[in-house]
């Protein structure tokens, strides 16, 4: 299940970041439920897949300097 949670917070920092609303990283984490450090760590990964992220101090968010989506697509199926 640990999995299907990061895979959630990460559709719902994709979210925040989309909207703007995301606050300082502090603010964040809360958001999210887990550290900074985390938070880093999956901003890192949006990188990774291409996402050209920035802060601002003045509006206090992160948002994205490209058109960047990320679709995710969890399937579970039980044949018996």
């Known amino acids: 299940m640990n999995t299907i949670r990061q895979i959630e917070r990460m559709e719902?920092?994709?979210g925040l970041i989309l909207?703007?609303?995301t606050g300082?990283?502090?603010d964040l984490s809360v958001k999210l439920g887990v550290s900074r450090r985390m938070v880093n760590y999956y901003l890192q990964e949006f990188r990774d897949y291409g996402a050209r992220i920035a802060y601002s101090p003045v509006?206090?968010?992160y948002y994205y300097l490209?058109?960047?989506k990320i679709i995710f697509k969890f399937e579970?199926?039980?044949s018996c």
Request: no cysteine; aromatic share 6%; glycine share 0%.
């Open 19 to 21: 909207r703007e609303i």
């Open 24 to 26: 300082d990283s502090l």
């Open 76 to 78: 579970i199926k039980v």
């Open 59 to 61: 509006r206090k968010t």
């Open 12 to 14: 719902k920092l994709h």
């Open 66 to 68: 490209n058109d960047f």
